[in-house]
């Protein structure tokens, strides 16, 4: 495609399998950190039963203990670093995946 006298150069983003897999790696951690970011917000408004919450929240866990050891190790870099490298504003995942570990406990009603 011709854009008037501007050429527009191609930009690899890799030069290897291997890159491209660390790509991969942390395109994985960071939509995992968010889809938990939205599965707190959604159980905190009532939008979803405990069961599915905690269903959900358990597999995000297991999933981001794999993706961050993959995503991670070789960039000598911790969760954190990655999140504001990113921009990342996610202070419910943040929360959940970093400090506590493990979904919110069942929430009883007495009466």
């Known amino acids: ?6 050429e527009i150069e191609e930009v690899e983003l890799y030069s290897s399998s291997r890159e491209r897999q660390a790509y991969d790696d942390q395109a994985t951690l960071y939509a995992i950190i968010l889809a938990t970011e ?3 917000r ?3 408004r009532d939008a979803i039963t405990q069961k599915e919450y905690r269903e959900e929240c358990s597999k995000l ?5 794999l993706a961050e ?5 070789k960039l000598n870099m911790t969760t ?22 493990h979904p ?3 929430r009883t009603t007495t009466g």
């Not at 866990?61 to 203990?65: G, P, V």
């Not at 050891?69 to 190790?73: C, E, F, I, P, R």
């Open 104 to 106: 919110e406990p069942i």
């Open 69 to 73: 050891k993959a995503a991670l190790s």
């Open 80 to 101: 954190e670093k990655f999140m504001e490298l990113y921009q990342m504003d996610c202070p419910r995942a943040t929360e959940r995946l970093l400090k506590m570990g």
């Open 42 to 44: 959604a159980y905190s």
């Open 1 to 6: 495609m011709n854009y008037g006298d501007d």
């Open 38 to 40: 939205h599965l707190e």
């Open 61 to 65: 866990i297991s999933q981001f203990r």
